[in-house]
């Protein structure tokens, strides 16, 4: 929220830019940009009221040209909006899977003509922001899903199989990700798939334990059965970069085929 709210303030017309995330049926503004006071500091809107509170209820951005006189929305937060001398807001709420998760605000001190490429830029910032939270959602659901060590050695055939692909499709989200929190949660995760495989394992060697990240992507790739073209096209690489991180793996873990590299790679705990 708040690297979205500061590249807003910085490529937007609007010199104010404020945002939080709902909880409880309420937006906290947690993140604020250009304002010249503190008046919409900790600001917490409910849903339905004022013009983001409208906007969360809508599922749609709300725009009040002349907030002030605006007659459309409930005026709870006056108070802050004016106080801070804004004049003209738009509130576009961050929506996932159909549901309002947050909200941000882009302000000006005075009236100013809003159109779609004025806007466009929170719009886009809404997205990658709904994008994230889908992406926490999903790892949420998959690390309280995870098998323990513990319970791995009862999975049937159909299970493992389905772990292994859990584990695939957890590299490709991680490749995709660059918030460091999520991809930390996402390696808790592809840690607990993997010890599945770690019940009576060898112990790996150093060169083992340095498969980089890709070359462990396309081998994980490798043990549902994919093709280098079909790799490619899910890591969005290029075939021939894809045989070549294969090659390397394949070389560390001391394999001379794919499939020998997956058997070794499974012994040695780094996949499920």
Not at 108 to 137: C, H, K, M, N, Y
Not at 232 to 246: F, H, I, P, Q, R
Not at 253 to 265: I, K, M, Q
Request: proline share 4%.
């Amino acid at each position: 929220m708040s690297r979205a709210v500061d590249d807003l303030a910085r490529t937007t017309r609007f010199p104010v830019v404020f945002g939080g995330l709902e909880t409880g049926g309420a937006v906290t503004v947690s993140a604020i940009a250009g304002a010249r006071s503190h008046a919409i500091d900790d600001l917490v809107v409910r849903t339905g009221r004022g013009l983001g509170g409208a906007a969360m209820v809508e599922k749609r951005p709300r725009l009040a040209l002349d907030y002030r006189t605006a007659r459309s929305i409930t005026h709870d937060y006056d108070r802050a909006i004016l106080g801070e001398g804004i004049a003209t807001l738009v509130a576009v709420p961050i929506m996932t899977a159909g549901r309002a998760r947050g909200i941000l605000y882009c302000g000006s001190w005075s009236q100013a003509p809003v159109g779609d490429a004025v806007v466009r830029p929170a719009f886009q910032a809404a997205d990658a922001i709904a994008t994230e939270l889908r992406i926490r959602d999903e790892v949420q659901r998959r690390l309280s899903l995870a098998p323990t060590a513990e319970t791995a050695a009862g999975l049937s055939a159909a299970a493992r199989e389905d772990l292994r692909e859990s584990f695939a499709e957890l590299r490709t989200i991680a490749a995709a990700v660059t918030d460091p929190e999520v991809r930390g949660r996402i390696a808790v995760i592809e840690q607990r798939l993997a010890a599945v495989a770690r019940d009576g394992a060898e112990p790996a060697t150093a060169a083992e334990a340095q498969l980089s990240p890709r070359e462990l992507d396309v081998l994980a790739c490798c043990a549902l059965g994919s093709t280098n073209a079909q790799i490619a096209a899910t890591l969005d690489l290029k075939e021939g970069t894809v045989k070549s991180y294969l090659q390397a793996a394949m070389a560390k873990l001391d394999a001379s085929t794919r499939h020998a590299a997956v058997a070794r790679a499974r012994r040695i705990g780094l996949l499920p």
